[in-house]
């Protein structure tokens, strides 16, 4: 009988020995993986005028544009860099004429 208790033991033992290294055939997992670390966001999206200047989004050439509108030139056309300034063909009353747009001090004068 103590033969019979010492070898159900010893079957047990070694049936929960054999149950903690392998689930359905597979190795028990050896680590929780970590997340994926994240990256930073990308810098601005810049784009180029037709004169090859590059203007971050948002920045002075959209400054131009508004004060563009803002001053009830909706109709203008050949928008570009010069310099430290823009300038732009615009029509206003059946007249077309040139303008440069000082986005620093927020002016727009007649000519370009």
């Known amino acids: 009988m103590k033969r019979l208790i010492a070898s159900l033991l010893l079957c047990l033992l070694?049936?929960?020995a054999m149950a903690q290294t392998t689930i359905y055939g597979a190795p028990p997992p050896t680590a929780i993986p970590a997340p994926p670390a994240f990256a930073p966001p990308p810098p601005?999206?810049?784009?180029?005028?037709?004169?090859?200047?590059?203007?971050?989004?948002?920045?002075r050439a959209t400054q131009a544009l508004n004060?563009?509108?803002?001053?009830?030139?909706?109709?203008?056309?050949?928008?570009?860099a010069a310099g430290d300034f823009y300038v732009a063909t615009v029509t206003s009353r059946g007249q077309t004429f040139p303008v440069t747009i000082d986005v620093v001090n927020g002016r727009i004068t007649r000519g370009g």
């Open 14 to 16: 070694a049936g929960a």
């Open 67 to 80: 004060l563009l509108e803002a001053q009830g030139f909706d109709n203008y056309t050949d928008f570009h």
């Open 44 to 59: 601005p999206t810049a784009v180029s005028t037709p004169g090859g200047h590059t203007d971050m989004i948002d920045g």
